[in-house]
């Protein structure tokens, strides 16, 4: 009777579309109890804006921006090399960074502000932080989305696949974490 059915099976399989041929292997090993692999989905740029969107809420255009400067960030805290296999571990870094807004005439007005603007003027690390604040705030985004964006990047990137990127965006990461 097993056999049966496997015979029926795989003959209502073998009618079936083309477009569908793919699982119909899969469908057999199911019926049998054996187990079937499913792809590992590799880690993107697209997946990644998509999901801090949905889960933060802001619009792809805020995503885009937003990872785009904790992405530049993290480049300029990372060796060349390292950014290269960061850039291969997550095809479309490249185009992101281009999201970043220009914050070259932007000042802060009075308060700490102002007395961020200015003590980011004596210390590079200082600068860089400020000027990934004023990214955010380009974007229409509260600076302190930075660590939820980081957040939703790292998490995105907790994977088998995701790994090694996710090892090199937080070491570039590191002083804007710590």
């Known amino acids: ?68 400067a904790i992405f530049n960030y993290a480049k300029d805290n990372i060796s060349s090399e390292q950014y290269s296999q960061l850039a291969n571990a997550l095809p479309g870094v490249g185009g992101l960074l281009e999201s970043v807004p220009d914050i070259s005439n932007m000042t802060s007005e009075g308060g700490l502000g102002g007395i961020l603007d200015k003590a980011a003027s004596y210390n590079d690390s200082l600068k860089a932080i400020n000027d990934v604040k004023k990214q955010f705030e380009a974007l229409g985004l509260k600076p302190e989305m930075i660590t939820q964006f980081v957040s939703k990047a790292q998490a995105y990137l907790d994977t088998p696949e995701g790994q090694q990127a996710k090892q090199l965006l937080t070491q570039g990461l590191g002083k804007l974490l710590g």
């Open 1 to 68: 009777m097993k056999k049966l059915s496997i015979v029926l099976t795989v003959a209502a399989l073998s009618v079936q579309p083309q477009a569908h041929a793919e699982g119909w292997l899969d469908s057999i090993k199911n019926m049998l109890g054996m187990e079937t692999q499913q792809a590992a989905a590799t880690p993107s740029i697209n997946g990644m804006v998509s999901t801090v969107t949905e889960s933060l809420g802001v619009t792809q255009s805020q995503a885009s921006g937003g990872l785009g």
